[in-house]
């Protein structure tokens, strides 16, 4: 199973000639006490470690990678919202949130001839969704189901994601998991293939690229590189499955967020990236709403008109009904945006502003279940 732990940084946010800062937020997942990163940039002003799943004991500070393997997960972002007024000159950094997630080993490999099932055909640039955009990102899939129990039920929600290759035991009817290759680095690579071929076996139709190369606390790798490695580990899987690209942040410092995308799209261009779809998070305060969207269609523009999948979301804030309601508002504005084929709020578990609350689902999580 994984462990989704977050760090986040104070960000400036130019909003009525004022900075607006924001408090950390606290990411639960499983019982244990864990702290590790890859990378050795970590823009971070303070750890917050993070448990859930009851009865496990913590673990010791020494990780021993070959058998349990370490990743990584997600980056939040914070971009400055356009003003009436000039903003002020930047000084901190957008806020960044680090995770770290363990892995399980791989399960059973695919088995000989399945890789040669045809991918379907598409047409208008769709990558072939059906049954709704609305997902699930988790990292206990346990969770995922208190969106069909207890009087729940996400009619429009078919796809889940963890940020890994194996599904570590999401088994919802009807939830269609996607893998992804967190990074092309070897406690990932060694996975891979027999993870997304299992999958593949299993009903999986879609996969992702790389999480967040733009910033240094994650997949951390230029554009060129980045293309250099989707064409050699994750092209070979394009006539089986659609493929999305590298996810990127909503950063608004240079060579990050969408400045990563343009240039990783035109490295593809020359290298022969497989590609169907294109990949985005964005965090923001709640007042920045508008922001999501120029984001996806930016996003949409830079990939050729290609669809985007948004696989992390939120707004800025612990309050649940404040998030209820930012979800409320502006889900169906998603599910209307027709450059847009998935989407993810971040995240399934427990916690402040998260989809889950006393082990069933939060305000917030009732809204993005109903919306």
Not at 6 to 29: D, I, W
Not at 221 to 229: I, L, P, R, V
Not at 285 to 291: C, F, G, N, R, S
Request: aromatic share 8%; hydrophobic share 35%; with cysteine.
């Amino acid at each position: 199973m994984f462990n989704k732990q977050a760090v986040t940084a104070l960000a400036s946010l130019a909003l009525a000639k004022e900075a607006v800062a924001f408090n950390a937020h606290r990411h639960s997942h499983e019982e244990r006490d864990i702290v590790y990163a890859h990378t050795h940039v970590e823009i971070v002003t303070e750890w917050v470690t993070v448990t859930a799943g009851p009865g496990q004991p913590a673990p010791s500070p020494d990780y021993a990678a070959p058998q349990n393997p370490l990743t990584t997960t997600s980056t939040y972002v914070v971009v400055q919202t356009p003003a009436a007024v000039e903003p002020p000159a930047p000084v901190v950094p957008p806020t960044t949130l680090q995770t770290a997630v363990v892995a399980t080993p791989a399960t059973s490999p695919k088995e000989e001839g399945a890789q040669d099932t045809p991918k379907k055909e598409t047409n208008s640039g769709s990558t072939g969704t059906s049954g709704g955009k609305r997902g699930f990102a988790y990292n206990d899939a346990s969770l995922v189901k208190s969106f069909f129990t207890n009087g729940n039920e996400c009619t429009n929600c078919p796809w889940a994601y963890n940020w890994d290759s194996s599904d570590n035991g999401l088994s919802q009817a009807g939830v269609e998991y996607v893998p992804q290759l967190w990074g092309p680095i070897d406690v990932h690579l060694q996975r891979w293939e027999k993870n997304v071929a299992s999958s593949i076996e299993a009903g999986s139709t879609h996969i992702l690229s790389f999480n967040e190369c733009d910033m240094p606390s994650q997949c951390n790798m230029d554009a060129s590189s980045a293309a250099d490695a989707h064409v050699k580990h994750v092209n070979p899987l394009g006539k089986q499955v659609k493929i999305g690209s590298p996810a990127v942040t909503n950063s608004n410092i240079a060579g990050q967020g969408l400045d990563w995308l343009r240039d990783w799209v035109a490295a593809c261009d020359a290298k022969g990236c497989v590609y169907d779809f294109c990949v985005v998070h964005w965090y923001s305060p709640l007042e920045a709403a508008d922001t999501l969207f120029t984001h996806i269609k930016q996003a949409s523009e830079i990939c050729g008109g290609k669809p985007v999948w948004l696989t992390e979301f939120a707004p800025l804030s612990e309050d649940d009904g404040a998030v209820s309601s930012w979800i409320q508002t502006n889900i169906p504005k998603l599910d209307a945006l027709k450059e847009l084929e998935r989407y993810s709020f971040f995240m399934v578990a427990e916690g402040n502003g998260k989809l889950i609350s006393s082990g069933g689902l939060s305000g917030a999580g009732k809204a993005y279940a109903s919306s």
